[in-house]
């Protein structure tokens, strides 16, 4: 993997043997990678999943009576106004916060440009094992860690993509706390970049190099 245009990535069995290896160009996933487009993507991700949901309760929104507690002169003391208010305990909070929707969307063909990118950016920095075969007799979790263990990754961040949803493979990594399944359909910018290996399926590997097979424009930076 020494060019960037040419990449050769090792295809290992289940056992972490090697079984050959795949030779293909950078251009097939993505033109370039330009880190200000991640960027923007990953942050959209994270303010999407940021929960908006604080609230306190204004004068309007507190029980009480809006009746002023005593009158304004005469008595000797400091003018009061009701219970609400928010110099009192339990009365409403000035300037009360409320929720807020923190949700935006990038283009569609930026979002899609930028999980390219951050998946030629695996293979740039050899962070991808290819798995030549995926197929699970029985969904049980030894199966998955044992599969991890003989790859040298039972104990590091890993997103394990396959190229259709597989509800045994699913259902046998879902309690692994290192290991994120999705398909490769599901596959956004976020979750690559956010796992440190990628764990990739010969077929889904094949089916994202077909796909989007439009090459958009060359990408700066």
Not at 27 to 43: M, R, S
């Amino acid at each position: 993997m020494a060019e960037k245009s040419k990449i050769t990535v090792a295809v290992r069995d289940k056992t972490g043997q090697s079984v050959g290896s795949v030779n293909f160009d950078a251009d097939e996933l993505a033109p370039g990678i330009n880190k200000q487009l991640l960027h923007d993507v990953v942050v959209m991700y994270e303010a999407n999943r940021r929960v908006g949901t604080v609230q306190n309760r204004n004068r309007a929104q507190t029980e009480g009576s809006t009746k002023k507690l005593y009158r304004q002169k005469g008595t000797g003391r400091a003018r009061a106004g009701t219970l609400r208010t928010g110099t009192r305990r339990g009365g409403g909070r000035a300037h009360a916060r409320y929720p807020i929707d923190y949700s935006y969307r990038l283009p569609k063909k930026a979002v899609r440009l930028a999980t390219r990118m951050a998946l030629l950016s695996k293979f740039i920095d050899e962070q991808v094992t290819l798995l030549n075969d995926l197929s699970i007799a029985e969904a049980k979790t030894k199966a998955i860690a044992a599969m991890l263990k003989s790859l040298g990754l039972s104990k590091t961040s890993c997103l394990l993509a396959t190229e259709t949803h597989d509800a045994k493979v699913w259902r046998s990594g879902r309690n692994i706390p290192t290991l994120w399944i999705s398909s490769c359909d599901d596959l956004n910018a976020y979750d690559l970049l956010h796992q440190r290996q990628l764990i990739l399926t010969r077929g889904a590997f094949d089916r994202l190099r077909k796909k989007d097979s439009k090459k958009p424009a060359a990408a700066k930076g």
